[in-house]
């Protein structure tokens, strides 16, 4: 059963269109986030959540909309992809309130290809 | 602010050699220190971490100590096995976030 879960694994587009992409866990954590990581690895924090609460928001461009039905959940809209878009995304989840002790759970990834 | 410098990669060993990974830190408060990994295709899972200076964090045979003196917190193994490829994050706390390396990149030839 399968922690945290992120829908789609891949994803092909085209510049322009709009996409989204689902995480939910089953840890019973209070916090998730979503981090983009780029062709050379480097991994950068985009949002976090706690109790479907925005607690961080680094500099992301608006055409990215995260949304948190819940607190099992965390959503990522992207509006008008870009090529500079395409990365792997990784959704995470912590236990701790509004922030964390440092032990996150990844998702899989979602790969995201903007043609 | 505050941030996480490690070696650049690849760092290519044969198995049974012995591995270092550096990391560096610079922080303005006491962080938490973490390697984290990531096997291909795969996303990052925790590998080890420490709270204070002088913890030292292990599992599966690898090891990192938190000195406070040098500000690092090097990742080592004693014999490495093929299976360990994969990329390997320093990591620290920061702001109720985590602040990650850009990642060292690891082969191990049979």
């Known amino acids: 059963d399968t922690a945290v879960s992120q829908t789609p694994k891949y994803l092909v587009t085209q510049m322009g269109n709009d996409k989204s992409i689902k995480c939910e866990q089953n840890l019973g954590h209070d916090t998730m986030y979503w981090y983009k990581q780029d062709s050379k690895k480097f991994l950068k924090i985009m949002f976090s959540y706690n109790n479907k609460e925005l607690i961080i928001n680094e500099t992301v461009p608006n055409r990215f909309s995260p949304k948190s039905p819940d607190k099992a959940h965390l959503n990522l809209h992207i509006n008008s992809l870009e090529l500079g878009d395409s990365a792997v995304y990784f959704c995470?989840?912590?236990?701790?309130?509004?922030?964390?002790?440092?032990?996150?759970?990844f998702g899989e990834g979602s790969r995201l290809t903007v043609l | 602010g505050d941030s996480v410098t490690q070696m650049e990669g690849p760092v290519t060993l044969s198995e049974e050699a012995f591995l270092t990974i550096n990391c560096t830190y610079t922080a303005t408060g006491y962080p938490s220190l973490f390697w984290y990994v990531q096997y291909p295709g795969e996303g990052l899972q925790l590998l080890l971490k420490a709270t204070k200076a002088d913890d030292k964090g292990s599992n599966k045979g690898f090891e990192a100590t938190y000195r406070k003196e040098t500000t690092s917190f090097h990742l080592e193994k004693g014999s490495v096995q093929v299976s360990d490829s994969a990329v390997y994050f320093c990591?620290?706390?920061?702001?109720?976030?985590?602040?990650f390396g850009k990642g060292t990149r690891l082969h191990i030839l049979p």
């Open positions: 995470a989840s912590s236990q701790g309130d509004r922030g964390t002790t440092g032990e996150l759970f």
């Open positions: 990591a620290l706390t920061s702001d109720n976030k985590i602040i």
